[in-house]
């Protein structure tokens, strides 16, 4: 399983019926992804200071049509990279997620010592049900 960081609000504008693609795609032409032992210092690194709710996308790469390569990091200008620590490469995935290979939707707890692992992961169509129901 590969992983991807985004704000819930974000994700829920930019879903499409059958996939995703982050708003700043056509800029760097992939999505950052993560492998397990990085989410949580990704997240930590670039949105600790952020008050929006984070959600991560356990998504299948295997079941992805658009192409991954696992790569080195890319960070982001002035970004601190303690995630650098975690792991040398990252996958990258060189075209939209297909809703089809997100096996779950977990929300990212915050913490006063950063961010901790979702407690569970939910169905895609069940997420996007309920937050639909949530901010009508």
């Given amino acids: ?24 795609f056509d800029d760097i032409g992939f999505v950052h992804c993560s492998l397990e032992a990085s989410v949580i ?3 930590n690194d670039y ?22 390569k696992f790569e080195p990091a890319v960070p982001e200008r002035g970004a601190v990279s303690k995630h ?11 075209g939209p997620i297909d809703n089809s290979a997100v096996e779950g939707i977990g929300v990212l707890l915050k913490e006063n010592s950063g961010y901790r692992w ?3 992961f939910f169905p895609l169509a069940e997420y996007i049900a309920n937050a639909v129901k949530d901010n009508a």
């Fill in 84 to 94: 650098l620590d975690t792991s040398s490469i990252f996958p990258h995935v060189y």
């Fill in 41 to 43: 210092s990704v997240a």
């Fill in 1 to 24: 399983m590969i992983y991807h960081i985004v704000k819930e609000k974000d994700y829920l504008h930019l879903i499409k019926r059958d996939s995703y693609v982050p708003s700043n």
């Fill in 47 to 68: 949105y600790l200071s952020g008050e929006e709710r984070l959600l991560l996308l356990k998504i299948d790469r295997l079941k992805l049509k658009s192409l991954t």
């Fill in 118 to 120: 979702p407690t569970k």
